[in-house]
T-cell receptor, first 112, second 115 residues
C-alpha cells in the first residue's frame, strides 16, 4: 500500500516558469512533510519541510502548500532555473510510522 | 565534518555472495537508517537505529542485517545476495527521528549490482 502518492512522474518547465509537484497521503497520523532534492549520482538533500499546523511555508523560490482536509501538499518552484533540474521526492513521517515514507519521485527538467 | 560517508561506491556481486555496506557519520547523530532506491519506487526504509545497541526493521528488511555497536557506524549486511537486491543504497543520519524536525542527512550512496 503506497501511503504517499506523487505526481507527475516527470515535468518539463521553461526557464522562469513555475514548477508544481503534488503529493497526497493516506495516513492521517503523519505530522511532518519534507521535500527532498536529488541530483544524479548524489544522495537526497532536504529542500524544505512543513508541519500540518500551517498551510504554507516559503523559503526563497520554494513554497510548500498544505491542505490538511484534502490530505494533499505540493511544492511550487517559482522562477524555475536550469540548476533546479533534478528529481524531487515528497515524504511524510509521524504517527508511529518508522522513518520517512517517500513518494516515487518527480524528474524535473528546466529548459533554458 | 565529512558528514555521512558510504563505502564502497559501486559493487558487483554474484548471487549467493555476502557483503557489508559501510556507513559512518561524524556528526554525533543518534538516529541512522538505511534506504534502498529503485527506479520509479522512491526510497524505501530497510532498517534503522535510534542509538548504539538499538536497531529495528523498516518497510523492506528481508535479506538484510544491521548492527549498531558505535554511534558513528551503521553497517548493512547482505547475507546471501539475490538479483532482487540490485539497487542503490543510501545511509542517512539525524540527531533524532525526523518528526522532531531534525534534518536527515543522506550519504552519497552505494550502487549494488547482483548477477
Amino acid at each position: 500500500q503506497q501511503q504517499v502518492k506523487q505526481s507527475p512522474q516527470s515535468l518539463i518547465v521553461q526557464k522562469g516558469g513555475i514548477s508544481i509537484i503534488n503529493c497526497a497521503y493516506e495516513n492521517t497520523a503523519f505530522d511532518y512533510f519534507p521535500w527532498y532534492q536529488q541530483f544524479p549520482g548524489k544522495g537526497p538533500a532536504l529542500l524544505i519541510a512543513i508541519r500540518p499546523d500551517v498551510s504554507e511555508k516559503k523559503e526563497g523560490r520554494f513554497t510548500i502548500s498544505f491542505n490538511k482536509s484534502a490530505k494533499q501538499f505540493s511544492l511550487h518552484i517559482m522562477d524555475s532555473q536550469p540548476g533546479d533540474s533534478a528529481t524531487y521526492f515528497c515524504a511524510a513521517e509521524g504517527g508511529g510510522a518508522d522513518g520517512l515514507t517517500f513518494g516515487k519521485g518527480t524528474h524535473l527538467i528546466i529548459q533554458p | 565534518n565529512a558528514g555521512v560517508t558510504q563505502t564502497p561506491k559501486f559493487q558487483v556481486l554474484k548471487t549467493g555472495q555476502s557483503m557489508t555496506l559501510q556507513c559512518a557519520q561524524d556528526m554525533n547523530h543518534e538516529y541512522m537508517s538505511w534506504y534502498r532506491q529503485d527506479p520509479g519506487m522512491g526510497l524505501r526504509l530497510i532498517h534503522y537505529s535510534v542509538g548504539a545497541g538499538i536497531t529495528d526493521q523498516g518497510e523492506v528488511p528481508n535479506g538484510y542485517n544491521v548492527s549498531r555497536s558505535t554511534t558513528e557506524d551503521f553497517p548493512l549486511r547482505l547475507l546471501s545476495a539475490a538479483p532482487s537486491q540490485t539497487s542503490v543504497y543510501f545511509c542517512a543520519s539525524s540527531y533524532g527521528q525526523q518528526g522532531n524536525e531534525e534534518t536527515q542527512y543522506f550519504g552519497p550512496g552505494t550502487r549494488l549490482l547482483v548477477l
